[in-house]
Each structure stands twice: as C-alpha cells, then as structure tokens.
C-alpha cells in the first residue's frame, strides 16, 4: 500500500494497518487481499498487487491500471 494511506509511524513495523483486508476494484474485476507491506514509491491510492491478485482485476500486459479500494 502506497506510503500515504499505510500512514506509518515511528516504526512502520508495528503499523495496525499490516494485515488488515482492502477490496480492490479493477476494470475487469474486485479481488481481496491483505495489506503486508509500504510501497514507498506508489502515489496515493496505489496498492502494488502480487501477479495472481492483478490478475483478477486486469491482464498482466494491461501494467498500471486505475483502481479504486475499500477497507472491510
């Protein structure tokens, strides 16, 4: 998740964001996934997806895509 929404503190080690599920809503699809890390480099918004979760939500050819997702 990108650096700004994963809102880490002193120690992004003991984020409570770590863990938690996000429903992320592609143009061909939704997929659920936890969140597990920062992306420092991802603007506001972005969350950087394993291959098999962008897969539900776009072609891998398709690269960056828009996205919108939720916390549950």
């Not at 992004?12 to 061909?28: F, I, L, S, T």
């Not at 936890?34 to 050819?61: H, M, N, Q, R, Y």
């Amino acid at each position: 998740m990108n650096y700004i929404d994963m809102a880490n503190g002193a120690n992004p080690n003991n984020n409570p964001n770590c863990n938690k599920k996000v429903k992320v809503h592609g143009p061909d699809g939704d997929v659920i996934v936890s969140v597990t890390d920062t992306c420092p480099t991802c603007a506001k918004g972005d969350i950087d997806l394993s291959p098999g979760a962008f897969t539900e939500i776009a072609g891998l050819g398709d690269g960056r895509v828009e996205i919108t997702w939720d916390w549950l």
